[in-house]
């Protein structure tokens, strides 16, 4: 596993954090420490330990010191409600839990509990829905992260003298995956809070001679607004995107500037669920096929469902995205009971079928393309928002309302006598409920909530007036 290997890779540097660094033998020493202290107050008792991950040096050697010893982390945003962290220790009695800040500093919280893990292979949790609070979690094998890093290892032009800039959150699958990744390569991981449009980020990109990065599509919105496609990146030999859908224009103008660059931009697709890459786009189709999310990341393979459940072999015929591979999670856990009921993963190359959720084709070439959604989510800034969620949450202010949306913006509907506002800032408070940025929400008043011609809420009807009044 790569988490075993640090020592193999000893004089390289391992991560970078302002201005402290770690060598991969200093990480291994650390990690060590840790385990000492860990194996001293928990003994041979294996449980689940949250782990609060601060972007840094101290959330890489926690994280990767539980997986180590066997337990079982989950990864938690460091600004947690603590009504939402009250809810999860209820339904996981943690044994411990360590919570990470700058400059490799941690503190250790070990709580009493009589539980244990009991023949689980579940490694680590992460949450489907980003810090929006669901208690379900997908439940990560070791198999399955390493089968992820090697698949991802084998697509992108990884070396173990690379640098890469990891700015998205530790939590997040995304930036999560490109931690395993570079570590598994022996390349280095630095480690930022900073946005991708600030000054600190681009300084550190030159201080650092970065190799490469990754973005959400929101990153690179905000990145093609300050002209990103006209700078001059000497070092830069590839960069990434995911946790959406990015606009095709988009698409197009970062595949030309790569070429100018003489870099290359993978446009790639997954899930939690999946550990959490499951395709790419060749470099060499993001002008040509913007559109598509490629073919299945190596060892994996896709497979299309129509309504009567058979399988689709003809090409430009919609039907469910299916994914398999050694990457495709234990299962979904709302406890630690879930946890403990998951069955050994003895073979984790064995096929087990992921239904993404997503309507999607291949054309005659065999590149897939997606066309929609099956369930009520959207994926913003890399999270995913469940739209039931959302209108859950309106019931609790006492709101009656719909949640609709797309990969772009979250729309939300609101009965409200005469279009006036309710006495609550909606819009304020959704974007602290959800984490997100205001500017992805908008939200909109009716005296009486549209309904289709068969009563069921317009959301199509809905989010297609919003879209229009924005254009």
């Known amino acids: 596993m790569f988490y075993d290997a640090l020592?193999?890779?000893?004089?390289?540097?391992?991560?970078?954090e302002g201005e402290q660094q770690l060598s991969y033998a200093q990480l291994e020493q650390a990690c060590r420490r840790l385990e000492g202290d860990l194996s001293q107050h928990l003994g041979r008792r294996k449980g689940v330990i949250f782990i609060l991950a601060f972007n840094g040096l101290s959330t890489l050697v926690a994280y990767l010191s539980v997986m180590r010893q066997g337990h079982c982390g989950m990864l938690l945003s460091p600004d947690t409600d603590n009504s939402v962290l009250?809810?999860?220790?209820k339904e996981f009695d943690p044994s411990a839990t360590i919570s990470c800040s700058a400059l490799q500093k941690s503190t250790i919280q070990y709580h009493q509990t009589s539980s244990t893990l009991h023949?689980?292979?579940?490694s680590l949790l992460l949450s489907t829905s980003g810090s929006t609070g669901t208690a379900k979690q997908v439940a990560l094998s070791a198999h399955n992260l390493q089968a992820n890093a090697e698949a991802i290892c084998a697509y992108l032009p990884i070396e173990n003298t690379d640098k890469t800039l990891c700015s998205l959150p530790f939590f997040y699958s995304y930036g999560l995956s490109i931690i395993n990744s570079h570590l598994h390569k022996g390349a280095c991981c630095i480690f930022s809070d900073a946005s991708p449009v600030s000054r600190d980020y681009w300084q550190l990109f030159e201080q650092h001679k970065i190799n490469s990065f990754a973005g959400v599509p929101f990153t690179y919105e905000m990145l093609l607004r300050l002209r990103f496609d006209r700078k001059s990146l000497p070092h830069l030999r590839y960069f990434t995107q995911a946790g959406g859908k990015l606009a095709c224009d988009a698409i197009k103008t970062l595949g030309q500037f790569a070429k100018q660059n003489r870099s290359e931009f993978f446009v790639m697709y997954g899930q939690t669920e999946a550990s959490p890459r499951m395709a790419f786009l060749d470099p060499k189709l993001v002008t040509q096929k913007p559109e598509s999310i490629g073919r299945a990341i190596p060892g994996g393979r896709f497979k299309l469902v129509d309504e009567q459940n058979q399988v689709i072999e003809q090409p430009n015929r919609v039907g469910e995205l299916f994914y398999s591979g050694a990457n495709v999670m234990l299962g979904y856990v709302n406890n630690q009971a879930d946890l403990?009921?998951?069955?050994i993963d003895s073979n984790p190359s064995k096929d087990r079928w992921l239904g993404t959720g997503d309507l999607a084709y291949f054309d005659d070439d065999g590149d897939y393309f997606i066309t929609g959604r099956k369930s009520r989510f959207v994926k913003l800034f890399g999270l995913r928002i469940d739209l039931d969620e959302v209108e859950v949450s309106l019931q609790e202010l006492n709101i009656a309302g719909l949640a609709t949306g797309n990969d772009s913006c979250l729309v939300?509907?609101?009965?409200?006598?005469?279009?006036?506002?309710?006495?609550?800032?909606?819009?304020?408070?959704l974007s602290q409920r959800f984490d997100l940025?205001?500017?992805?929400?908008?939200?909109?008043?009716?005296?009486?909530?549209?309904?289709?011609e068969n009563g069921k809420k317009d959301y199509?009807?809905?989010?297609?007036s919003v879209l229009a009044e924005s254009l």
């Open 460 to 464: 199509q009807g809905v989010l297609n």
């Open 7 to 16: 020592s193999q890779h000893a004089n390289n540097i391992a991560a970078i």
């Open 412 to 429: 939300v509907a609101i009965v409200s006598e005469k279009h006036q506002q309710p006495n609550v800032d909606v819009k304020k408070w």
């Open 119 to 122: 023949d689980c292979q579940g």
């Open 86 to 89: 009250r809810k999860l220790y």
């Open 340 to 343: 403990n009921g998951l069955s």
């Open 437 to 452: 940025h205001p500017r992805m929400i908008k939200v909109t008043y009716y005296d009486v909530l549209p309904l289709t």
